[in-house]
């Protein structure tokens, strides 16, 4: 018999994907998931998960200057499993063809929050969760900064902006790729020399990050 519904509600705060993609610094982005109960096909009970969330538009020059690693590559395949918050997080492992910023290994891992595992699934919200799927092309910017997550040695990145800081690469007849929910656009032939302008801009104008370095408390 199925058992009385029962709702875990959990908030996070990241700009890489609330807990299952980058650390748990201050973010302009927030999630908060509420568990209920459900019996399955196999009349075997799964805890199901709904992320409902809040966003803020990351610019572009601060999507650059925070990134660690922007990337073109292709989607290999992906595998989801229950992180340290004991919700499902998938890892996409891409191909990298092109790097257009920082010294990545040859294919990457990107955690991303969401997903379904033996016992639980965790919907995340398409508008702030970036999306893959298998063979997709695509330009990513990463992050490498995890805070203190005790999951951060079992991958390599999150998605720097969340939604904002993944571009399929299928670029419009004007050679126009955009982010997942259209928020920012490149030139995808000319994207290494729009990269180096907006890290010009940014020393120029001394654009501070938005995150502490990996491992530092902040005193406010």
């Known amino acids: 018999m199925m058992r009385s519904k029962r709702m875990l509600l959990l908030t996070w705060t990241a700009l890489f994907g609330v807990l299952a993609a980058c650390g748990d610094q201050t973010s302009n982005r927030t999630e908060s998931p509420a568990a209920t109960m459900k ?6 009970e799964k805890e199901i998960a709904q992320a409902s969330s809040r966003m803020t538009k990351m610019e572009k020059n601060q999507l650059v200057r925070d990134s660690d ?9 992906q595998e989801t499993e229950n992180d ?11 191909q990298v063809v ?22 639980k ?4 919200d398409e508008k702030v969760t970036p999306m893959f799927t298998i063979g997709e092309e695509v330009v990513l910017f990463l992050s490498a900064n995890k805070g203190s997550r005790l999951d951060k040695e079992d991958f390599d990145y999150g998605v ?8 399929t690469a299928e670029p419009d007849s004007d050679g126009i790729i955009a982010s997942q929910w259209g928020s920012h656009r490149f ?5 290494q020399h729009e990269i180096d302008e907006l890290e010009r801009y940014n020393e120029l104008h001394h654009v ?12 406010i």
């Open 160 to 167: 720097m902006g969340l939604s904002d800081g993944k571009f």
């Open 187 to 191: 030139n995808f032939d000319d994207l």
């Open 98 to 119: 092109t790097v257009y910023k920082g010294d990545p290994g040859s294919v990457v891992e990107v955690r991303t929050q969401g997903g379904e595992t033996d016992d």
């Open 84 to 94: 340290f918050t004991g919700l499902p997080a998938t890892d996409t492992f891409v």
């Open 69 to 77: 690693v922007i990337i073109y590559g292709t989607v290999l395949s």
């Open 121 to 124: 699934i965790l919907i995340v």
């Open 208 to 219: 501070p990050s938005m995150f502490l370095p990996e491992g530092e408390e902040s005193d």
């Open 39 to 44: 019996t399955t096909k196999e009349n075997s």
